[in-house]
């Protein structure tokens, strides 16, 4: 058997695409050990001289009708993949030389179905760096800070995913793979994190290129928000646990994306996609994420919840407008920080019980 299949997705990257194939050149693997998966999201560039190029490293490429999502390319990869373990390098990015043999001997050695390497960024992007203090191995996603870290960038046992049937949701252009990895955590995945050196680097593409340099909207908020909140209602019950899970969708996800999305969707498709995701999360509510919450998203998550979408496109406006005219970020930090800039009525919104006319928990 293959030891690793790396499956890329690609969507008009040509030359990025070139340099990260060069970067599996660099691995140390012969190509009995590496099977290489190219799936084309139907470029209209020169991605085809590319590949021609590396034929004798590709082992396939498909060229599938343009979708705009990297979850259906990389189920097309999944679907063809034969090695032990799978890879899911993205074209603009690329992968430090010998890292691939260093994380499966990782996954060997230590059993494991999850190996998460420690990545650094260049260009400007940024990089998850909070869980890689020290090496972790076999310790619960939580405590070890995997949660934290949803990105695909990760070697997976395939034989992992395909007993529990995990794949990608493909009718989702953001954030498809926070369902994704989120499943395989809660399914019981042994988990590796490396951190002795940068073994996957993240590029910043001039022409904004990159996925996540791309404005989303709010059905692209609701999507994943709603998804990985029914996800963990599913898998934990309530308690502390439970609401330190749901920090992320609640203080995190949901708040950055009640910004440009809700000044930018009109009325109508603003209340339907609102009501959808305050119907899904409000009975998940409690004190606890609230506390754990920054004053700015209590502020926020109370408006939502109250049903005064007005004063929270009213926030958004004033906070899009201070990102424009400043070009800084807006605090999020657990005491509030600098918010004289929200008017004294709006940040009355931010106490506990603000809701209490809905039901809660």
């Known amino acids: 058997m293959t030891s690793v299949?790396?499956?890329?997705?690609?969507?008009?990257?040509?030359?990025?695409?070139?340099?990260?194939l060069q970067s599996l050149e660099r691995q140390g693997l012969d190509r009995s050990q590496l099977e290489v998966i190219v799936v084309d999201d139907g470029s209209l560039d020169h991605t085809e001289e590319v590949v021609q190029y590396f034929s004798s490293l590709i082992s396939t490429y498909t060229k599938i009708e343009h979708t705009g999502s990297c979850g259906h390319?990389?189920?097309?990869?999944?679907?063809?993949?034969?090695?032990?373990?799978?890879?899911?390098?993205?074209?603009?990015?690329?992968?430090?030389?010998?890292?691939?043999?260093?994380?499966?001997?990782?996954?060997?050695?230590?059993?494991?179905?999850?190996?998460?390497?420690?990545?650094?960024?260049?260009?400007?992007?940024?990089?998850?760096?909070?869980?890689?203090?020290?090496?972790?191995?076999?310790?619960?996603?939580?405590?070890?800070?995997?949660?934290?870290?949803?990105g695909a960038w990760k070697l997976f046992r395939r034989s992992f995913l395909e007993h529990n049937a995990i794949r990608?949701?493909?009718?989702?252009?953001?954030?498809?793979?926070?369902?994704?990895?989120?499943?395989?955590?809660?399914?019981?995945?042994?988990?590796?994190?490396?951190?002795?050196?940068?073994?996957?680097i993240f590029r910043w593409r001039p022409d904004n290129g990159n996925t996540t340099a791309r404005r989303q909207t709010l059905e692209d908020k609701r999507k994943v928000v709603t998804r990985l909140v029914e996800?963990?209602?599913?898998?934990?019950?309530?308690?502390?646990r439970r609401d330190q899970l749901m920090r992320r969708p609640f203080s995190w996800t949901l708040p950055r994306g009640l910004q440009h999305q809700m000044i930018t969707a009109d009325k109508l498709t603003r209340d339907v996609e609102l009501d959808a995701i305050s119907h899904k999360l409000h009975p998940f509510y409690t004190e606890g994420i609230w506390a754990q919450s920054s004053m700015l998203a209590r502020i926020k998550l109370n408006l939502l919840f109250a049903g005064d979408y007005h004063t929270l496109e009213e926030l958004a406006e004033i906070e899009v407008a201070m990102l424009e005219v400043d070009n800084r970020r807006i605090s999020?930090?657990?005491?509030?920080?600098?918010?004289?800039?929200?008017?004294k009525r709006i940040r009355a919104a931010g106490a506990w019980g603000r809701t209490s006319s809905i039901p809660l928990p």
């Not at 009718?171 to 499943?183: G, Y």
């Not at 209602?233 to 309530?238: F, L, N, S, V, W």
């Open 5 to 20: 299949t790396v499956i890329i997705p690609t969507y008009d990257s040509a030359e990025f695409l070139r340099e990260a």
């Open 73 to 150: 390319a990389r189920n097309v990869g999944l679907d063809a993949a034969s090695g032990e373990f799978l890879f899911f390098l993205d074209a603009d990015d690329l992968l430090a030389p010998g890292a691939l043999p260093d994380l499966i001997s990782a996954a060997r050695r230590h059993n494991t179905d999850i190996v998460i390497p420690r990545m650094v960024a260049e260009g400007g992007r940024s990089a998850p760096s909070g869980m890689f203090s020290h090496d972790s191995h076999n310790k619960d996603f939580l405590e070890s800070g995997a949660w934290n870290n949803f």
């Open 168 to 200: 990608f949701c493909d009718d989702m252009i953001f954030s498809e793979d926070q369902i994704f990895v989120a499943q395989a955590y809660f399914r019981g995945a042994a988990v590796s994190i490396l951190t002795d050196r940068p073994y996957y």
């Open 231 to 240: 996800l963990i209602g599913r898998h934990e019950g309530p308690g502390e």
């Open 332 to 343: 999020y930090d657990q005491e509030g920080g600098d918010l004289m800039w929200i008017p």
